[in-house]
């Protein structure tokens, strides 16, 4: 077990290395000069000049990335050229709101995915198995910012249930913040939803084709309890997997949604950040969220053991 | 998790392409059907855009902006003759006729779509077959992937489209990029199956080079798991262009795109709801038609695949 997380955790510095090398090679491979870019149309030479020096162009390749590296592995992720702070400090000042999105969101999906896709495995071939999948193309096919845009119109300029925009942070109070949060996650949810709940239908049905399923029904147990105990449990891996796999979804939803509800989060900055021409903030914000997209699915393969005990390493 | 799935699949799928009455199981298939007919609608607004009762999209006239759907106005043409034009959609904040934008729109959607779904099904297919075939490659190449893949497709392609300045090209590289990792799994798979079959041991121990057995046995088996590979990547692919067009960070915003009218919409989104409302349902529509189109042939051609989603 414990050479199986070694093993596992070694595994990932590679993909680390791997998605660094990208974000890195990114500017400097650019074709044309990117300082040129950078400073945009209208910049006099001396001012390509001087992005050129800020972000060490004028250095060798090599010289460079160990450069660069260096300043990584140290936690200095640079400093934004449009808010003229360090980044770090800006990603810190950003994060919550994104957390508490994507918090909201992962809830809201666990508690009507799951149940969803285990009736409409369970009642196969159903009205509510019919209408779980409908849901889950349709959910596919509909864009976040238009959903987002028609929920706002239905639910807040309408009925005015809710705020039309904003946020607020939790300091302000538990209603306050959760008012400000719940169309935006609803939002973001549904494609989530559209996912898990297709994947639930699908390894739950696998299961319950099982001899131990069939086992469990004759010795009398309730509906419940066989679909609870014995065929959810079994088909907890494929679905803890796709969980995981659809964080980079979610991480795509972040950016959109923020935009669409006003959130300043991360997403919103990575927007503003590429309007603004601000490429450290840019490049720093794309490595965060990777090597935590990197890092959730590490911890995912590692809850193996734990959800199914016959996985032994 | 699916690699044995997708190999069987892959199997299965290439025996289903030759199995005749393949046309016929398609047209019986309603996804197919709708996923088809939608997306002949769209390809005809797009075709005949100019000959539909639209004018020019990108003329600007401020009197007439912020007008609801349906306004009625008399237009006066180059001829300098006047005639009666209706604004079916009304007009944007810049007094741009918002059916036209929205018909032109189609043009763009669906040459993203149509252009990144070939691109990465070529390349993908390309580094597929040599990592699959050629040992020493595979290593470095699935390591390449994986770091590709670990980064978020949007992001990816946000990142890219930063760099490389708004544009159709631009974009549409930016796209393809995220794509093409999981196009080369998909091949490097079948592939990795393929190899092992009898017939490709016949072939090798005859003496047949490398290029033919690629082409003559592997190839014909990965026609069928890309064609669906395609559908969904062009779904994505016409999602994420309207999604960075939103976002104001895609194709430049004079040319009518739906992100773009979108986009537009925004600020006055509260009072004028029309202007998301009417490019979000062609965009939603144009989606889910190609979703579809791909569920009912992944259902058709590859039906092992059909029984686990």
């Known amino acids: 077990m414990i050479a199986f997380v070694a093993r596992r955790l070694l595994a990932t510095i590679p993909v680390l290395v791997m998605v660094a090398l990208f974000v890195f090679l990114m500017l400097r491979l650019t074709p044309g000069d990117p300082a040129a870019i950078i400073a945009g149309d209208n910049a006099t030479p001396i001012q390509i000049e001087e992005i050129r020096e800020r972000l060490g162009l004028n250095d060798p390749l090599p010289t460079q990335l160990a450069i660069w590296a260096g300043k990584l592995l140290q936690g200095d992720l640079g400093e934004s050229f449009f808010f003229k702070k360090k980044v770090t400090e800006l990603i810190l000042q950003r994060v919550e709101p994104t957390l508490a999105l994507a918090a909201s969101t992962m809830i809201v999906t666990l508690l009507v995915a799951v149940p969803l896709g285990v009736i409409a495995a369970y009642r196969q071939g159903g009205w509510i198995d019919r209408a779980v999948m409908g849901f889950s193309v349709a959910g596919f096919s509909i864009p976040v910012f238009v959903l987002g845009y028609l929920l706002i119109y239905v639910f807040a300029v309408e009925l005015k249930w809710f705020p039309v925009q904003g946020y607020k942070s939790i300091s302000a109070g538990l209603w306050p913040f959760l008012h400000r949060l719940i169309l935006p996650s609803l939002t973001l949810s549904v494609i989530y939803i559209a996912l898990i709940a297709r994947i639930t239908r699908a390894s739950v049905i696998d299961v319950l084709g099982e001899d131990y399923i069939r086992t469990a029904r004759a010795k009398g147990l309730t509906n419940r309890a066989v679909l609870v105990k014995h065929a959810l449990r079994n088909a907890a891996v494929p679905i803890v997997t796709i969980i995981g796999i659809g964080i980079a979804l979610l991480i795509g939803g972040v950016v959109v949604t923020e935009s669409v509800y006003n959130i300043p989060g991360l997403g919103r900055l990575t927007v503003d950040a590429v309007l603004g021409r601000d490429y450290p903030t840019i490049q720093a914000v794309i490595l965060v969220f990777s090597f935590v997209y990197v890092l959730i699915n590490l911890l995912i393969d590692l809850s193996y053991t734990l959800l199914d005990p016959r996985i032994r390493y | ?309």
């Not at chain 2, 003329?59 to 609801?68: G, M, Q, T, Y």
């Not at chain 2, 009218?261 to 349902?281: D, T, W």
């Open chain 2, 1 to 309: 998790m699916a690699t044995p799935d997708l190999v069987d699949s892959a199997a299965q799928a290439a025996a289903a392409a030759e199995r005749p009455g393949m046309v016929r199981q398609l047209a019986g298939n309603p996804s197919v059907v709708f996923g088809t007919v939608v997306l002949l609608f769209m390809v005809v607004l797009g075709l005949l855009a100019p000959t539909l009762g639209t004018i020019d999209p990108a003329s600007i006239d401020p009197v007439w902006r912020n007008k609801l759907p349906g306004t009625e106005r008399t237009l006066t043409l180059p001829s300098g003759q006047d005639v009666a034009f209706v604004h079916r959609m009304g007009t944007d904040s810049l007094g741009r006729d918002l059916y036209s934008r929205v018909i032109y729109g189609a043009r763009i959607s669906l040459i993203v779509g149509i252009v990144v779904a070939a691109i990465s099904i070529a390349v993908g297919l390309v580094i597929g077959l040599l990592s699959g075939y050629v040992r020493w490659l595979d290593g470095i190449v699935m390591r390449v992937m994986d770091g590709l893949m670990s980064i978020p497709g949007i992001l990816l392609a946000i990142g890219l489209v930063s760099l490389w300045g708004a544009g159709l090209a631009t974009v549409i590289i930016a796209i393809t990029v995220p794509e093409i990792p999981r196009v080369v799994r998909l091949v490097r798979s079948i592939v990795l199956s393929i190899r092992e079959e009898p017939y490709v041991e016949a072939a090798i121990s005859v003496g047949t080079p490398l290029v033919p057995i690629l082409y003559r046995h592997v190839l014909p088996n990965t026609i069928a798991p890309l064609l669906v590979q395609g559908t969904y990547v062009c779904a994505s692919a016409i999602l994420l262009e309207a999604l960075l067009s939103f976002l104001g960070i895609g194709i430049p915003p004079e040319t009518p795109t739906w992100g773009n009218i979108m986009a537009e919409g925004r600020v006055l989104f509260q009072v004028f709801p029309h202007n998301i409302l009417f490019p979000g349902v062609f965009l939603a529509l144009t989606i889910l038609a190609v979703n579809l189109l791909g569920d009912g042939l992944r259902d058709t051609l590859d039906p092992r695949m059909a029984k686990r989603f």
